[in-house]
């Protein structure tokens, strides 16, 4: 199975300043990678998909990157509706997997 | 507007048997491969089953295979998620989720159905 490591576990951030959340693969997987943002109570909702794919309706603040195992996602110019838990996932072969999340507050 | 709305959630007891839906529209549910995703709670995610367009294909995680089946009905555009022989860990908020095929990223869910193994 390949792991996906999250990083920071959690992060806070002044509205405005930019922040990274990055994901590392236990193995390689050719862009296979997905972002998620969770609100608490609610669905989590696709941002990025294929490493750098920025999802239809999601603000262009959010970008993905990376390659291989390492992967990263950014997002500029933090609001307040940015705040909850992000998630990694690799779709590149089963089991897929989720990193174990990132807790992003607003400082 | 894709909506996807599980049913089917609630208390069971350990072994016995709970089937959840998930009735999908907006889209061609024939096109789409279709997937569960759980979440304990104030865990993590973690995929379950996927299934594939036709329906001809499924994948189950290896902590439910044998005990829960996905399953689907092209005509009805409905998703299903048999479970059998529950344990308490099976314990999550369960969504019904549509994948982006060719990359297997979930690019729309459900609400999400609570389903809770106790006796």
């Known amino acids: 199975d390949i792991q996906m490591t999250q990083s920071p576990h959690s992060l806070s951030a002044s509205l405005g300043e930019t922040v990274s959340i990055d994901c590392l693969a236990s193995?390689?997987?050719?862009?296979?990678l997905a972002w998620f943002h969770q609100k608490p109570g609610k669905s989590p909702q696709l941002l990025i998909y294929?490493?750098?794919r920025l999802q239809d309706g999601v603000p262009s603040r959010f970008s993905g990157s990376g390659s291989g195992t390492q992967y990263s996602l950014k997002i500029s110019n933090m609001q307040p509706e940015d705040e909850g838990v992000y998630y990694c996932q690799q779709g590149y072969t089963y089991p897929l997997t989720f990193g174990s999340g990132t807790k992003l507050e607003i400082k | 507007e894709v909506q996807l709305v599980e049913s089917g959630g609630g208390l069971v007891q350990p072994g016995r048997s709970l089937k959840l839906a998930c009735a999908a529209s907006?889209?061609?549910?024939?096109?789409?491969?279709m997937a569960w995703v759980r979440q304990a709670p104030t865990k993590g995610l973690e995929w379950v089953a996927s299934i594939s367009n036709r329906g001809t294909t499924s994948y189950h995680r290896d902590s439910v295979r044998g005990r829960f089946t996905i399953s689907r009905d092209n005509a009805r555009g409905t998703l299903y998620l048999q479970m059998d022989s529950p344990r308490s860990d099976d314990t999550a908020t369960y969504y019904c989720t549509r994948l982006i095929t060719t990359v297997a990223h979930f690019d729309y869910w459900g609400q999400g159905v609570m389903v809770t193994v106790s006796s």
């Open positions: 193995g390689g997987i050719s862009n296979y």
């Open positions: 294929y490493a750098s």
């Open positions: 907006g889209f061609t549910f024939s096109n789409y491969y």
